[in-house]
C-alpha cells in the first residue's frame, strides 16, 4: 500500500521521500524535510537522515538498521556523468558506517518518477523485491528469485516488466547469505562495493529494487544559460588529456601506470608492483572489446563488454582499476584473462572484489609463511597466483564452507579468527580491506586511507591531486610543492582535507569521480559551483543569496565530514583510530614512512578538519 502527501512549492524539483517499511509491507512518499535538503543529495542526505534517525547500539543485521539510497543533485539531469546512487546503512563489516556508491541507469530512472531518496526499515519475514514504477509502489515475492546469482535475478525480473525496460538494484548469493562484503549490483557492470551494503539488504529479504523509467524531467537543459552551463561542464571535460584514454580502455588502462609509478601494492602489500606489468595491463583487453558502454549521460562511456574466446558466446565486462590489481597482483596474479573471470564471478555472486581479493590474498601470505591452519586448508593450493583456488574460495564464502567460512567476515575478524599472529598481515583500517594503491609508497593516500569515514579506501577520499596536480598549483594552494611530491610528507594534512571535502560534494552531487576529479581535477569546486548555478539555480533553497560559491559547497562538505566522523564515534564498537597497519610502517614502508611522520600528517590533518587532538569534530550547531 502506498500514501503520501502532496509537494511543498520549495522542494519540488529536489524530488520526494520514499518510506518502505518492510515489517508492515507499507510505503510512503512524502517531501524531503527541509534540513535534509541543505546536503544537497546524496551521500549529504543520507548522512543527515542517519545522523539523526538510526539507533545507537543496534547489530548492523538487527531489522532496526536502515538503508537509505539518494540520487545526487544532479543525477537523472543533463550534468555530464550525472548518474550516481549512494547507499548508506551500518555495516555489517566495519560496524561504523556503510557507504558505497553505484553508477549505471537506476538513479536516473528513479528521477523520472520524482524519487530523489529511499528509506528502507525494518525485516521482511519472507523474500520480496521492491517495484517501483509510474504510479506504483509495491513489495512482491521474490522467493522465486532467492538463490538466483545477480545475473540471473535481473534477467527473470526483466521477463516480468516487458516493454518497460526496468532498471535493477539486486544482491546475488553473497548478501542473502550475509557474507560481511556483499554488493549490491546493476546490470553486469555496476556495483556498490564496498561494506557490505548488499548483506544489509539480505539481512532484510529484500533481493531487489526494481525501477521503471517515468516521464518526470529532473533538472533538464531547456533555458540558453542551462545549455550553456551544461556543454561548458562537457568541453572541459572533454578537453581532458585522459579523456581519451578512460574513453578507450577504462579505468583498466592505468594499472601499467601505476606499476611504473611505484605505488601498485602486489602479494598481499609484501611487494611494490610486478616485474611484467604487461601482462595485466588491462590495454591488452582492447583486442576483445566486442561492445563499449558506460553510464547514463556520460560522455566517457568507459565501460565495454569482452570476448575473451572467439568461439565462444559467452562475454564478459571489463574489469576496473581496482579489481584488475586487487583480483591480480594483490594476490600474486598476473593472468589477465583470470582477472576478467573471477572479478565477474565476483559480480555474479554479489561480492565486492576489492574485500574478496584482500581476504584471499591475506590466506595466500598466511600460508607462505606457514601459519594456516590445516583443516581450514585442506585440498587447498594456497600458492600465490592460484586463480583455481581463488575461484573456489569465492564460492566457499558465498556457501560458508571451509576457509571461506572464516574469509567471509572480512580480514580483520579472519585474523581474529585464525590467530597465531597473522593479524600482522591484515590489510585493512577501521575493518575495511584497504584497496590497490601502496600506502607505504605514497604519502596522501597513506593518510587518506587512515581517515577515510568508511575505512582503508581510495575512492572515499579520492585524492588524486596528490599526483595530478602540477607544482604551480600546489604552491598556490599548499604554499609547498611538496604536496604534490608522493614521497614527500609535508601540506599532506591540507592536501586529504581538500580532498576529503571534495569527494563529499561529488557524492552529494551524484556525479562521477572519474570525470570531476581525474579528468577535470576539481579539487576546488569552482566548476561545479558554475553548473549548478546555471543548470539548477532554482532549486537552491539551502542558499539565502540564491547562488552556489565553492566556498559554500566547501562549508556542507566539511559539515558532511564532520557528522559522518560523529556517526562513527557514536556506533564504533571496535578500535576508531586513524591509523595504518604496524606493517607499513616496518618491514611494508617504500618511501621512508615511519609512525612519526605519519602522526605528523594525521595531526596536520585533524588541525585543517578544525578537530581537536584526538580527531573529534564540535558537535554540529545546526544541521
Not at 590495454?283 to 549521460?297: D, E, F, M, N, S
Amino acid at each position: 500500500a502506498v500514501t503520501g502527501d502532496k509537494r511543498m512549492d520549495g522542494a519540488k524539483q529536489f524530488g520526494q521521500l520514499l518510506t518502505v517499511d518492510l515489517n508492515s509491507h507499507q510505503c510512503r512518499l512524502s517531501p524531503l524535510p527541509d534540513p535534509a535538503m541543505r546536503f544537497l543529495g546524496g551521500r549529504g542526505v543520507n548522512l543527515w537522515y542517519l545522523y539523526h534517525h538510526l539507533p545507537s547500539d543496534i547489530d548492523p543485521f538487527s531489522s532496526e538498521n536502515i538503508m537509505i539510497i539518494s540520487c545526487g543533485l544532479l543525477t537523472g539531469s543533463s550534468a555530464p556523468a550525472g548518474a550516481r546512487l549512494h547507499i548508506n546503512a551500518l555495516s555489517p563489516l566495519t560496524g561504523i558506517l556503510g557507504s558505497s556508491n553505484i553508477g549505471g541507469y537506476t538513479g536516473a530512472w528513479l528521477r523520472t518518477l520524482d524519487i530523489a531518496t529511499i528509506v528502507i526499515r525494518g525485516r521482511s519475514q519472507h523474500p520480496v523485491y521492491l517495484d517501483i514504477g509510474p504510479d506504483r509502489v509495491s513489495l512482491k515475492d521474490a522467493a522465486h528469485l532467492w538463490g538466483c546469482d545477480a545475473f540471473e535475478t535481473q534477467e527473470q525480473i526483466k521477463k516480468n516488466f516487458t516493454g518497460q525496460k526496468p532498471r535493477v538494484l539486486t544482491i546475488g548469493p553473497g548478501g542473502e547469505n550475509l557474507v560481511r562484503f556483499a554488493a549490491v549490483i546493476s546490470e553486469r557492470d555496476h556495483a556498490a562495493g564496498r561494506t557490505g551494503m548488499g548483506a544489509v539488504m539480505g539481512s532484510k529479504h529484500l533481493k531487489a529494487i526494481v525501477v521503471s523509467k517515468g516521464d518526470h524531467q529532473h533538472l533538464k537543459a531547456t533555458r540558453p544559460e542551462q545549455r550553456r552551463a551544461v556543454d561548458a561542464y562537457t568541453t572541459a571535460m572533454r578537453a581532458s588529456g585522459e579523456f581519451k584514454v578512460f574513453s578507450r580502455y577504462g579505468g583498466a588502462g592505468y594499472v601499467g601506470w601505476a606499476n611504473e609509478f611505484g605505488i601498485m601494492g602486489s602479494r598481499n602489500y609484501s611487494r611494490v608492483g610486478v616485474d611484467d606489468p604487461d601482462k595485466i595491463d588491462g590495454r591488452i583487453l582492447q583486442k576483445h572489446v566486442v561492445r563499449p558502454g558506460g553510464c547514463y549521460g556520460c560522455p566517457i562511456q568507459c565501460k565495454a563488454d569482452l570476448k575473451l574466446d572467439p568461439s565462444d558466446e559467452k562475454t564478459h565486462t571489463r574489469p576496473e582499476f581496482e579489481p584488475m590489481i586487487n583480483l591480480g597482483p594483490k594476490c600474486g596474479l598476473e593472468d589477465v584473462d583470470s582477472v576478467v573471470k573471477l572479478d565477474n564471478l565476483c559480480t555474479r555472486l554479489g561480492l565486492d572484489s576489492t574485500s574478496a581479493a584482500t581476504v584471499m590474498a591475506f590466506a595466500m601470505e598466511v600460508n607462505a609463511h606457514g601459519l594456516m591452519p590445516e583443516d581450514l586448508s585442506k585440498g587447498l593450493d594456497l600458492s600465490w597466483g592460484n586463480a583455481q583456488t581463488m575461484e573456489t574460495l569465492l564460492h566457499q564464502m558465498v556457501d560458508n564452507k571451509g576457509l571461506g567460512s572464516i574469509l567471509r567476515l572480512g580480514v580483520r575478524q579472519a585474523a581474529q579468527e585464525i590467530g597465531k599472529g597473522t593479524s600482522r598481515f591484515a590489510a585493512h583500517v577501521k575493518g575495511l580491506e584497504l584497496t590497490a594503491y601502496h600506502p607505504g609508497a605514497i604519502m596522501g593516500t597513506a593518510l587518506g586511507y587512515a581517515v577515510s569515514s568508511r575505512g582503508g579506501d581510495y575512492n572515499n577520499v579520492y585524492a588524486s591531486l596528490e599526483h595530478s596536480w602540477t607544482e604551480q598549483e600546489a604552491e598556490q594552494t599548499f604554499e609547498t610543492k611538496d604536496a604534490v611530491n608522493i614521497k614527500s610528507t609535508r601540506a599532506k594534512g591540507a592536501l586529504i582535507r581538500r580532498a576529503v571535502v571534495c569527494n563529499i560534494i561529488v557524492d552529494c552531487l551524484g556525479l562521477c569521480k572519474v570525470p570531476v576529479l581525474s579528468l577535470l581535477r576539481s579539487f576546488n569546486l569552482d566548476n561545479e559551483a558554475r553548473l549548478i548555478n546555471g543548470l539548477a539555480g532554482d532549486i537552491t533553497p539551502i542558499l539565502a543569496a540564491g547562488s552556489v560559491t565553492s566556498k559554500d559547497l566547501f562549508e556542507i562538505g566539511h559539515q558532511v565530514a564532520d557528522m559522518e566522523k560523529l556517526f562513527n564515534i557514536r556506533h564504533a564498537k571496535e578500535d576508531l583510530k586513524d591509523m595504518l597497519p604496524d606493517r607499513f610502517f616496518t618491514n611494508g614502508t617504500v618511501n621512508g614512512l615511519t609512525r612519526e611522520k605519519f602522526e605528523t600528517m594525521l595531526k596536520e590533518f585533524y588541525e585543517a578538519m578544525g578537530w581537536d587532538e584526538n580527531g573529534i569534530p564540535p558537535e554540529p550547531a545546526q544541521c
